[in-house]
């Protein structure tokens, strides 16, 4: 059977029959049409054809959603007339854009997942800007396969055409035997498996084996008890990720991450203690202590931590408990010196008391009355002995 059940398709073709196409080489071009019709599982649900004629000007001699049987696709291709006058491919390839691949014509909408394919075929050199009309096309998701016969200028096929441009491109020296490219375009359009055809109902990898076929998943999808569904497989189960701390299950695949205190290594899977008491990360007012991801507030040598663990305020030195004076604390900022009351005087140690001793001598000054007494008394002594001697 010459027939293949080929992948669905929003196949158009588009037709030279400018002045330079003889009339009995665009029946030959017909005869192609209907050759390749006969290749194509044609159908409302399979493959949906176009067929559009062009010269000076461009005709949609029926749009997708006309026909959906061979029979009556080929009846009205027997009908086609040439228009003869110029080459306006450029032209063509604007309308198939604009006029044929609508929704309102035929075109099945892009959730579908149809491919949607072009076919010219000329004999000469365009006569308006084709390369940026095409490549516009192929931007739009349309793939252009081009056909040269004879005199068909080859560097206008290439630019037109998709790529890999050898398995887009195609020439035959004459119209006479344009239809064995009917056998090429077979081979691109049939299916060699069930797989290839589009028709299977795997929601995501089909497996082709022998005339059936078995669904597979994605890496990180595993098979439904269906059969033909997949669901994500939780990476993050024991066992099944590398993550040092926390693991973050994300559409079939993890990504690891570190509880708060602690940063995310290079290797993207380990985590390190970030030092909490770098400036910048801390409201500690004096002294921060870092401890294994987190941190805690301290105080300096005489001061005290507040009730809110951030902030000091200085110690009383002299605050009973806080100080060893036996007696007196005197407060020096943040230390203290101890002294005594009166009638006590402090000891060595600095720290305790002793009563002062009261002395029985005279004191300084009566010492030095006394002193002088006597020195009067010498003096007069000495003075009366004096007197007596004469």
Do not use: W
């Not at 209907?34 to 005709?59: C, F, H, P, Q």
Request: glycine share 6%; net charge negative; charged share 25%.
């Amino acid at each position: 059977d010459a027939a293949c059940k080929n992948r669905p398709l929003d196949l158009v073709f588009i037709i030279d029959s400018s002045r330079s196409v003889r009339p009995e080489e665009f029946e030959k071009v017909k005869i192609f049409l209907t050759k390749m019709i006969d290749t194509l599982d044609v159908g409302e649900k399979t493959t949906r054809v176009a067929v559009m004629n062009y010269a000076s000007t461009v005709k949609v001699e029926f749009p997708l959603r006309t026909y959906f049987d061979k029979a009556s696709m080929k009846e009205a291709i027997s009908n086609i007339e040439p228009l003869s006058a110029g080459t306006m491919t450029g032209l063509a390839i604007q309308t198939a854009m604009d006029e044929v691949f609508t929704e309102e014509m035929g075109t099945r909408p892009a959730t579908s997942n149809i491919p949607k394919v072009v076919i010219v075929v000329t004999d000469g050199r365009p006569q308006d800007q084709v390369q940026d009309v095409a490549s516009s096309a192929r931007k739009a998701g349309i793939e252009i396969y081009a056909v040269g016969v004879g005199r068909a200028d080859m560097q206008s096929l290439r630019v037109m055409a998709s790529e890999p441009l050898d398995e887009h491109v195609f020439y035959v020296e004459t119209y006479g035997v344009i239809e064995k490219l009917t056998s090429k375009f077979r081979e691109t359009f049939c299916a060699v498996n069930v797989c290839a055809l589009g028709t299977h109902d795997c929601e995501q990898v089909c497996v082709s084996n022998g005339g059936s076929h078995l669904c597979d998943c994605y890496e990180g999808y595993t098979l439904n008890p269906d059969k033909r569904t997949c669901s994500a497989v939780d990476m993050c189960e024991p066992g099944r990720h590398e993550c040092d701390q926390i693991c973050v299950s994300s559409n079939g695949s993890y990504v690891c991450e570190c509880y708060e205190g602690y940063t995310l290594n290079p290797d993207k899977k380990t985590c390190s203690a970030m030092d909490m008491c770098a400036p910048g990360r801390h409201d500690c007012a004096q002294v921060c202590l870092s401890n294994d991801g987190c941190y805690s507030c301290g105080c300096f040598e005489g001061y005290t931590l507040n009730p809110d663990k951030k902030t000091c305020s200085a110690v009383d030195m002299c605050a009973p408990g806080k100080h060893d004076c036996e007696q007196v604390c005197v407060r020096d900022d943040l230390s203290y010196t101890c002294d005594c009351y009166q009638g006590y005087t402090l000891n060595p140690d600095k720290k305790t008391c002793s009563r002062a001793i009261t002395s029985s001598l005279v004191t300084t000054e009566e010492s030095c009355k006394c002193e002088a007494i006597a020195a009067l008394q010498d003096s007069v002594t000495s003075r009366l002995e004096a007197l007596s001697m004469k």
